[in-house]
T-cell receptor, first 112, second 112 residues
Framework: DQQVKQNSPSLSVQEGRISILNCDYT??????FLWYKKYPAEGPTFLIS?????DKNEDGRFTVFLNKSAKHLSLHIVPSQPGDSAVYFC???????????FGKGTLLTVNP | EPEVTQTPSHQVTQMGQEVILRCVPI?????FYWYRQILGQKVEFLVS????????KSEIFDDQFSVERPDGSNFTLKIRSTKLEDSAMYFC??????????FGPGTRLTVL
């Protein structure tokens, strides 16, 4: 069941540069998308979300872009900081019960 | 800042034993969830709970699983007869409106 796909298992960027994390989905019923960050031995931490009626949402250094026609979303982190190093999960939901369907995650490493 | 808490952080049990995993959601939240992550795999939805009843459950959530909100603050997941394949990180989450879910730190369940 690959309704939410993160095709890059890892990404390495230099401190201060932009990190771009990508996510694709297949289920047209999804109408809300979220990004979570996870450190080892901790639970996922909510970062930012976007409704399907928008194409962009921004919160500080984090911006999420949604391309509904391509069923693709991306998370931009600018500027990247070493503390951003973590696994980033894309998640999606649709319908009244709001269960989240997660991607496999992308390990982001920000090098000083 | 309010947060979801979970106890214990690590539970070791013998196959066939019952376990209860406990969660204290954020106090004004109305939606409650359990997810799990088997090592190296995706975070998977188990069950959602709203208005004192299960609103949705996954195919993983069979008769061996149950949830309860016994006292208005705790939210528990019970596994009646654990199997080796139940070994995973179990995450509790809660939400005000259902969409943006806040996760606890998780309970690592090891079934021997």
């Amino acid at each position: 069941d690959q309704q939410v796909k993160q095709n890059s298992p890892s990404l390495s960027v230099q401190e201060g540069r932009i990190s771009i994390l990508n996510c694709d989905y297949t289920n047209s019923m999804f109408d809300y998308f979220l990004w979570y960050k996870k450190y080892p031995a901790e639970g996922p931490t909510f970062l930012i979300s976007i409704s399907s009626i928008k194409d962009k949402n921004e919160d500080g250094r984090f911006t999420v872009f949604l391309n509904k026609s391509a069923k693709h979303l991306s998370l931009h982190i600018v500027p990247s900081q070493p503390g951003d190093s973590a696994v980033y999960f894309c998640a999606a939901t649709g319908g009244s019960n709001y269960k989240l369907t997660f991607g496999k995650g992308t390990l982001l490493t920000v090098n000083p | 800042e309010p947060e979801v808490t979970q106890t214990p952080s690590h539970q070791v049990t013998q196959m066939g034993q019952e376990v209860i995993l406990r969660c204290v959601p954020i106090s004004n939240h109305l939606y409650f969830y359990w997810y799990r992550q088997i090592l190296g795999q995706k975070v998977e939805f188990l069950v959602s709970f709203y208005n004192n009843e299960i609103s949705e459950k996954s195919e993983i959530f069979d008769d061996q699983f149950s949830v309860e909100r016994p006292d208005g603050s705790n939210f528990t997941l019970k596994i009646r007869s654990t199997k080796l394949e139940d070994s995973a990180m179990y995450f509790c989450a809660s939400s005000v409106q259902g969409i943006e879910q806040f996760f606890g730190p998780g309970t690592r369940l090891t079934v021997l």
